[in-house]
């Protein structure tokens, strides 16, 4: 039963990742997300067969030692986004779904920080310490400047136009560069992780 609660807490905070890239999409001029549906909180749309439901619970059964996952990536199209803007629009909408996870683990760190001053139930501290650990997780995971996640947008929306065929050339080996990230980058950004898990809560984690 705790392996389906952790997926499901997972897949809130992926969903909630996705929502916002979409979201700042729309408001720079882009409907597309809209369009298809994808502004919404309903899980279901969202949903990757593989890395929603088939991958958390591999790492799960396999004690993998953490938890990952993603949903279906917002379709965002930059066309759509005035010329004068696209630069801004684009860094903005890559690090939607980084602040958005940070701001859901700040949110719930708050209330284990405020178990030093009233009583709060164990359990709620365990699932708020879960639902922080998890969503600085994404948000430090979809930093590392690799496509497809967030960290490639953001570099290339702060480069000069003449690195846009270095980006071209990362998007062509997007699925062998994402599968060594999502495999061999956990030792490198596990201590990044853990350390700001302990500066919001003022905890350790226990896997």
Same mark, same amino acid.
Not at 25 to 36: C, L, S
Not at 114 to 119: G, K, R, T, Y
């Given at each position: 039963?705790?392996?389906?609660?952790? %997926?499901? $807490?997972?897949? =809130?905070?992926?969903?909630?990742?996705? +929502? /916002?890239?979409?979201?700042?999409?729309?408001? @720079? #001029?882009?409907?597309?997300?809209?369009?298809?549906?994808?502004? *919404?909180? !309903?899980?279901?749309?969202?949903?990757?067969?593989?890395?929603? =439901?088939?991958?958390?619970?591999?790492?799960?059964?396999?004690?993998?030692?953490?938890?990952?996952?993603?949903?279906?990536?917002?379709?965002?199209?930059?066309?759509?986004? /005035?010329?004068?803007?696209?630069?801004?629009?684009?860094?903005?909408?890559?690090?939607?779904?980084?602040?958005?996870?940070?701001?859901?683990?700040?949110?719930?760190?708050? %209330?284990?920080? &405020?178990? &030093?001053?009233?009583?709060?139930?164990?359990?709620?501290?365990? %699932?708020? &310490?879960?639902? +922080?650990?998890? !969503?600085?997780?994404?948000?430090?995971?979809? &930093? +590392?400047?690799?496509?497809?996640?967030?960290?490639? #947008?953001?570099?290339?929306?702060?480069?000069?136009?003449? @690195?846009?065929?270095?980006?071209?050339? /990362?998007?062509?080996? *997007?699925?062998?560069?994402?599968? $060594?990230?999502?495999?061999?980058?956990?030792? +490198?950004?596990?201590?990044?992780?853990?350390?700001?898990? !302990?500066?919001?809560? #003022? %905890?350790?984690?226990?896997?």
């Amino acid at each position: 039963m705790d392996s389906i609660f952790y %997926i499901l $807490i997972l897949i =809130i905070s992926v969903v909630a990742h996705e +929502v /916002a890239h979409g979201y700042v999409a729309f408001k @720079f #001029g882009d409907y597309t997300a809209k369009m298809a549906g994808r502004l *919404t909180i !309903n899980p279901i749309p969202h949903l990757d067969l593989f890395g929603s =439901i088939i991958l958390p619970i591999i790492l799960v059964v396999t004690n993998a030692g953490f938890l990952f996952g993603w949903a279906k990536p917002v379709p965002v199209n930059s066309a759509n986004f /005035a010329p004068g803007v696209r630069k801004r629009a684009l860094f903005f909408v890559s690090i939607a779904g980084i602040v958005v996870n940070l701001l859901i683990a700040i949110f719930f760190s708050l %209330i284990i920080r &405020a178990s &030093a001053f009233f009583v709060i139930s164990s359990s709620i501290i365990e %699932i708020s &310490a879960l639902i +922080v650990f998890l !969503n600085i997780l994404l948000a430090v995971f979809n &930093a +590392v400047p690799v496509p497809p996640l967030d960290g490639s #947008g953001i570099l290339f929306s702060l480069l000069p136009d003449r @690195f846009s065929r270095f980006e071209k050339l /990362a998007s062509a080996y *997007t699925l062998p560069l994402f599968i $060594i990230v999502v495999f061999f980058i956990w030792p +490198v950004i596990s201590p990044i992780v853990f350390w700001i898990f !302990n500066l919001m809560t #003022g %905890i350790s984690f226990n896997l």
